[in-house]
T-cell receptor
């Protein structure tokens, strides 16, 4: 069974440039998450989707961050414009959702962003 | 206010001995507690979990203990192996999927 796939793995951009990350969750997982992990810290939730609906985006900086999950499968997280403080690893995760809820998340390998 | 805290940034143990990783939480609404393991340049992978209605869960060399009155959980690894060297994240889940993570403990198991 394929795991959560993320791309790109690494991205280096100048500040004020846009950047986008893509995520393909595990087949059949209704819930998709985007987390941000700063160096030396744990993952912090940015947004959670149940199918196509964003059910928790309270921690998403909406002035520069946007996300979408069209058709309830793949998802894209965009930052425009990027700032120096956005340098972090962006993790996508998926889970079975309410039907199979155990709290367990399946993470992708992450997309490491460096803003210069 | 950090709801999940791992107060030890690092832990070093000898191969074959016990590793004990600790985690404290503040939110009484958490219903699942999980431990994830993370190697460099990889995403976290699930290790073991425990429901809030239990006080112990065991899976091979890994045991998680939950003390609800103290709002404390711990992960025991016995015996520790060099391949266990990684960053361990404690996480707590509520509201059918909202997980909060601690900042991690780096475990080093010396041969």
């Amino acid at each position: 069974e394929a795991g959560v796939v993320q791309s790109p793995r690494y991205k280096i951009i100048e500040k004020k440039q846009p950047v986008a990350f893509w995520c393909n969750p595990i087949s059949g997982h209704n819930t998709l998450y985007w987390y941000r992990q700063n160096l030396g810290q744990g993952p912090e939730l940015l947004i959670r989707y149940e199918n196509e609906e964003a059910v928790d985006d309270s921690q998403l900086p909406k002035d520069r961050f946007s996300a979408e999950r069209l058709k309830g499968v793949d998802s894209t997280l965009k930052i425009q414009p990027a700032e120096l403080g956005d340098s972090a690893v962006y993790l996508c995760a998926s889970s079975l959702g309410l039907a199979g809820y155990t709290g367990e998340l399946f993470f992708g390998e992450g997309s490491r962003l460096t803003v210069l | 206010d950090q709801q999940v805290k791992q107060n030890s940034p690092s832990l070093s143990v000898q191969e074959g001995r016990i590793s004990i990783l600790n985690c404290d939480y503040t939110n009484s609404m958490f219903d699942y507690f999980l431990w994830y393991k993370k190697y460099p340049a990889e995403g976290p992978t699930f290790l073991i979990s425990i429901s809030s209605i239990k006080d112990k869960n065991e899976d091979g060399r890994f045991t998680v203990f939950l003390n609800k009155s103290a709002k404390h959980l711990s992960l025991h690894i016995v015996p520790s192996q060099p391949g266990d060297s990684a960053v361990y994240f404690c996480a707590a889940s509520e509201d059918a999927g909202k997980s909060t993570f601690g900042d991690g403990t780096t475990l080093t198991v010396k041969p």
